[in-house]
């Protein structure tokens, strides 16, 4: 079986980024990028599903500047097999369309040199950087592959993808025919650290390039974006009997019209 992960390297979203009130702008050029949060958990579900059925190739695929190397090299520590990036600097400021059809020509390329084509995309749900949770839809359409999206588990069996999809009231069951595409939520189980030993294989690993991809024009323009709001302080209430204090709490939330 041929597997393919999409990784994005993004802006480490556990640091709090700056913001110019002026330009309107964020101001992220000195907080570390890491790799999707989301796409972490969508290599971890391919990796155990290679090791449950055997006989599976993993391979890596980022779209970004050459640090984006960084991502595939830590991806292919714990579970790539192999690793190609499509170098673009204006990957940023792209939409979600057009990184679905960069990716897909991306794909198309490397089926070409691997002579096969991929029986499961992987993508996480979305990104942490934009969390617009479009591309691994966009893309299905782009390589005309069906897709199973928001799963927390799947399985391979008798040539179909089984995937245990996420939704607000449980958990439905789908099957569906391979070639296809899967985005994945996150998991019961995290991904895996890296061994020491893995690591060094990993550096030691050639990053395949291809530079010969250009973006679409972007067909959604932001406008303006906007700082988050900081949290008010909460409420205690102190000192009351608890008929008192749930009285209380029914009038504050009154006036807040939050009743």
Same mark, same amino acid.
Do not use: W
């Given at each position: 079986?041929?597997?393919?992960?999409? %990784?994005?390297?993004?802006?480490?979203?556990?640091? =709090?980024?700056?913001?110019?009130?002026?330009?309107?702008?964020?101001? +992220?050029?000195?907080?570390?990028?890491?790799?999707?949060?989301?796409?972490?958990?969508?290599?971890?579900?391919?990796? $155990?599903?290679?090791?449950?059925?055997?006989?599976?190739? #993993?391979?890596?695929?980022?779209?970004?500047?050459?640090? /984006?190397?960084?991502?595939?090299?830590?991806?292919?520590?714990?579970?790539?097999?192999?690793?190609?990036?499509?170098?673009?600097?204006?990957?940023?400021?792209?939409? /979600?369309?057009? #990184?679905?059809?960069?990716?897909?020509?991306?794909?198309?390329?490397?089926?070409?040199?691997?002579?096969?084509?991929?029986? #499961?995309?992987?993508?996480?749900?979305?990104?942490?950087?934009?969390?617009?949770?479009?591309?691994?839809?966009?893309?299905?359409?782009?390589?005309?592959?069906?897709?199973?999206?928001?799963?927390?588990? %799947?399985?391979?069996?008798?040539?179909?993808?089984?995937?245990?999809?996420?939704?607000?009231?449980?958990?439905?069951?789908?099957?569906?025919? /391979? +070639?296809?595409?899967?985005?994945?939520?996150?998991?019961?189980?995290? +991904? $895996?650290?890296?061994?020491?030993?893995?690591?060094?294989?990993?550096?030691?690993?050639?990053?395949?390039? #291809?530079?010969?991809?250009?973006?679409?024009?972007?067909? %959604?323009?932001?406008?303006?974006?906007?700082?988050?709001?900081?949290?008010?302080?909460?409420?205690?209430?102190?000192?009351?009997? +608890? =008929?008192?204090?749930?009285?209380?709490? %029914?009038?504050?939330?009154?006036?807040?019209?939050?009743?």
């Amino acid at each position: 079986m041929n597997i393919l992960v999409c %990784i994005k390297q993004v802006f480490d979203d556990s640091v =709090e980024i700056g913001y110019d009130e002026t330009s309107n702008k964020f101001l +992220p050029e000195n907080v570390e990028k890491v790799e999707n949060a989301f796409d972490t958990y969508a290599l971890e579900m391919a990796t $155990r599903l290679k090791e449950k059925i055997g006989d599976t190739h #993993i391979t890596l695929l980022s779209i970004g500047t050459d640090a /984006s190397k960084n991502a595939l090299k830590n991806g292919l520590a714990v579970g790539g097999d192999e690793a190609t990036v499509i170098l673009n600097d204006k990957y940023q400021d792209s939409d /979600s369309y057009s #990184i679905a059809n960069a990716l897909a020509q991306g794909i198309k390329k490397i089926e070409e040199k691997i002579g096969n084509k991929f029986d #499961i995309i992987f993508c996480g749900k979305e990104t942490t950087d934009y969390t617009a949770g479009q591309v691994g839809v966009m893309l299905a359409n782009a390589m005309n592959m069906g897709v199973i999206t928001d799963l927390v588990d %799947i399985d391979y069996v008798d040539g179909k993808v089984v995937g245990k999809h996420e939704t607000e009231m449980g958990y439905d069951m789908i099957e569906g025919v /391979s +070639p296809c595409v899967v985005t994945v939520s996150k998991p019961p189980y995290d +991904p $895996r650290y890296a061994t020491v030993k893995n690591k060094m294989a990993a550096r030691k690993k050639v990053i395949d390039e #291809i530079s010969d991809i250009s973006l679409d024009d972007s067909k %959604i323009v932001v406008k303006k974006t906007y700082s988050r709001p900081k949290r008010q302080a909460g409420v205690k209430i102190v000192g009351k009997t +608890p =008929e008192e204090a749930v009285a209380q709490a %029914i009038s504050l939330m009154s006036d807040a019209k939050v009743l």
